[in-house]
């Protein structure tokens, strides 16, 4: 039964491909892979475009945004709005308090995310949302463009948001942060399993580790122990998940 890991980075690692071959050979099968800014978006396309177990994620992250002017946004946005047919989702984007520290800052997150909302609504493509202190403004926005299609990232929601995303019929995707954390458990415990996905974030470090797309394996194990269902259900729950999420061909 393969794995999916429906949430990575793989443009961040200095051999992506043999990433991708080393996972395979552990049965992780398919990789959604999402662009953070101009330079990430051009490296996926350049790097995965004929892979056929990836999918690829284009878009402008909230924390990436906010080290650009506002020409170099424009810029941006331009490409994604040009090249969007060939991905499978829009995203990483959404919103990041923790780093938008002033209004400003914030109201700019806002408005490039609604914009990028608006633009996988036209083009019929799955939104891939990071949110950071800022779930119930990720959720209006959401709500406010007509995403139908959504996948909540990294699910650190409080189990308060869950019944929104769970009545809007949003993926969420949990990740080894529920190793270490027992509030991020009781959250990935709460999604429906219709609505779960598994994910790494890789590379990104847990426990000063840098992940790996492996690390999906271990993601189901945790739940499985939980929940008390094998493994392999879990596992393929997920996949279908990934599969119905991710099913728009570029
Ligand atoms: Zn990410």
């Known amino acids: 039964m393969p794995f999916a890991d429906s949430h990575c980075h793989l443009d961040w690692f200095e051999k992506p491909l043999e990433t991708i071959k080393n996972a395979e050979k552990e049965g992780v099968n398919g990789f959604f892979s999402c662009a953070t800014n101009l330079g990430s978006m051009k490296k996926h396309l350049g790097l995965f475009s004929g892979e056929a177990c990836v999918k690829i994620g284009l878009g402008l992250h909230p924390v990436d945004m906010l080290r650009l002017n506002e020409g170099e946004i424009e810029e941006t946005l331009v490409f994604l709005e040009e090249n969007a047919s060939k991905c499978h989702a829009i995203g990483e984007i959404g919103l990041d308090y923790k780093y938008a520290k002033t209004q400003k800052e914030r109201d700019l997150q806002e408005t490039v995310f609604a914009r990028q909302v608006g633009l996988a609504v036209r083009k019929k493509l799955p939104v891939v949302v990071h949110s950071r202190r800022a779930e119930k403004e990720c959720l209006e926005i959401?709500?406010?463009?007509?995403?139908?299609?959504?996948?909540?990232?990294?699910?650190?929601?409080?189990?308060?948001?869950?019944?929104?995303?769970?009545?809007?019929?949003?993926?969420?995707?949990?990740?080894?942060?529920?190793?270490?954390?027992?509030?991020?458990?009781?959250?990935?415990?709460?999604?429906?399993?219709?609505?779960?996905?598994?994910?790494?974030?890789?590379?990104?470090?847990?426990?000063?580790?840098?992940?790996?797309?492996?690390?999906?394996?271990?993601?189901?194990?945790?739940?499985?122990?939980?929940?008390?269902?094998?493994?392999?259900?879990?596992?393929?729950?997920?996949?279908?998940?990934?599969?119905?999420?991710?099913?728009?061909?570029?």
């Not at 959504?150 to 990740?175: D, K, R």
């Open 142 to 250: 959401l709500d406010f463009m007509g995403a139908k299609k959504v996948l909540l990232h990294w699910f650190t929601y409080s189990l308060q948001s869950i019944p929104a995303a769970i009545e809007n019929g949003f993926f969420m995707s949990c990740g080894p942060v529920i190793f270490s954390s027992k509030k991020d458990l009781e959250a990935a415990l709460a999604i429906p399993k219709e609505l779960l996905l598994l994910e790494t974030d890789c590379p990104v470090a847990f426990g000063g580790v840098r992940s790996d797309p492996v690390w999906v394996k271990r993601v189901a194990e945790k739940l499985s122990a939980q929940k008390k269902e094998p493994v392999e259900k879990i596992g393929r729950i997920a996949w279908e998940n990934y599969s119905r999420l991710f099913d728009k061909k570029p």
